[in-house]
């Protein structure tokens, strides 16, 4: 699967984690660089939040991320994790090729 990163599919990164994580949007949005994790995460997300949003990244993606240090990486923002996926999809595209 190829995936462009457009402002659309941030904004649908950003529904979906919110979903899997059952969270509100925080005050004034979530910012594209705003850290997920962390003591400057607005979201106070925790270990197992990372595991629903892999686990729900996997499922409409396809994109495993078995690696913990990959999965916080990924999840460092909703801008890392776009970047992610699209690496992901272009990585998944060249071994079908």
């Not at 409409?60 to 990486?73: I, L, Q």
């Amino acid at each position: 699967m190829s995936i462009t990163v457009t402002p659309e599919f941030i904004a649908s990164l950003k529904a979906m984690v919110l979903e899997a994580v059952e969270k509100g949007e925080p005050p004034g949005g979530l910012g594209d660089d705003e850290p997920l994790f962390g003591p400057e995460a607005r979201l106070d997300l925790d270990s197992l939040d990372a595991l629903q949003v892999s686990m729900t990244i996997q499922q409409r993606f396809g994109v495993r991320m078995p690696d913990s240090k990959e999965t916080r990486r990924a999840l460092t923002s909703i801008a890392h994790l776009a970047e992610h996926l699209s690496q992901a999809g272009q990585a998944g595209q060249a071994g079908k090729a």
